[in-house]
């Protein structure tokens, strides 16, 4: 079960997100400011923190600088209620990977988890072997049949996150999010294009197969 940290001073809203994140299969570890949130990190595994931006004793942002100075790498999803896009830069600046306004819509918060779960697992494993087929994420190549070439990077992601997850139904606006970030204005008809470019690349691809799930999504299909 993976684990989430929830640093938010405020009990009720602290207590609502352990409640959302708990009912959506996560083991939850709340904390009442950044100070308890660093401590608790170095007792406990931790994959991915949830942080507010205004907390006493240790914000938000000293947290996260904290913990990337020293070397902790799991993702961060920043809470707050500033609004101001100068606060938007300092989080990215300061190490998160997502950032969230309040009033939290659940849902939302949830989806942002999940994807930046996925692409933590993503980064750490860097490669990809389906069979014959080698997809290296430091390159962006795909090896396959002796043959390698090196994918665009919206390509290569797309590739990359449909294969990590085999058989996983995946939605357009899911991949939209994961791929070109939640903010992006792209339209989801995006994603149609570079499927098929991918379809075209590997058609002859004996390892796997990109299958569409009309009215879904797309999935990823391992050939035995």
């Given at each position: 079960m993976l684990t989430i940290l929830v640093a938010e001073d405020d009990p009720n809203t602290n207590r609502l997100m352990c409640?959302?994140?708990?009912?959506?299969?996560?083991?939850?570890?709340?904390?009442?400011?950044?100070?308890?949130?660093?401590?608790?990190?170095?007792?406990?595994?931790?994959?991915?923190l949830v942080a507010d931006v205004m907390m006493p004793r240790m914000d938000g942002y000293e947290l996260t600088e904290s913990l990337r100075a020293?070397?902790?790498?799991?993702?961060?999803?920043?809470?707050?209620?500033?609004?101001?896009?100068?606060?938007?830069?300092?989080?990215f600046r300061c190490g998160t990977d997502d950032y969230m306004v309040?009033?939290?819509?659940?849902?939302?918060?949830l989806l942002r988890v999940a994807a930046l779960l996925r692409r933590a697992k993503i980064a750490s494993e860097r490669e990809i072997r389906i069979g014959g087929t080698v997809l290296s994420y430091d390159a962006f190549t795909v090896t396959a049949g002796g043959q390698s070439q090196t994918l665009p990077q919206k390509e290569f992601l797309l590739l990359f996150t449909l294969l990590s997850y085999p058989g996983k139904i995946f939605t357009r606006r899911a991949l939209m999010d994961e791929i070109w970030d939640m903010t992006s204005e792209t339209d989801e008809r995006t994603v149609d294009v570079?499927?098929?470019?991918?379809?075209?690349?590997?058609?002859?691809?004996?390892?796997?197969?990109?299958?569409?799930?009309?009215?879904?999504?797309?999935k990823a299909v391992i050939h035995p």
């Open positions: 409640a959302v994140l708990s009912r959506a299969g996560y083991k939850v570890i709340p904390a009442a400011d950044g100070a308890e949130a660093l401590a608790l990190l170095d007792e406990k595994h931790v994959d991915l020293a070397g902790y790498t799991l993702p961060i999803l920043m809470v707050t209620a500033k609004e101001a896009v100068e606060d938007r830069r300092r989080g309040k009033p939290v819509d659940e849902e939302e918060m570079h499927i098929n470019r991918l379809r075209d690349r590997f058609r002859d691809n004996p390892d796997f197969e990109i299958v569409t799930i009309r009215g879904l999504g797309y």
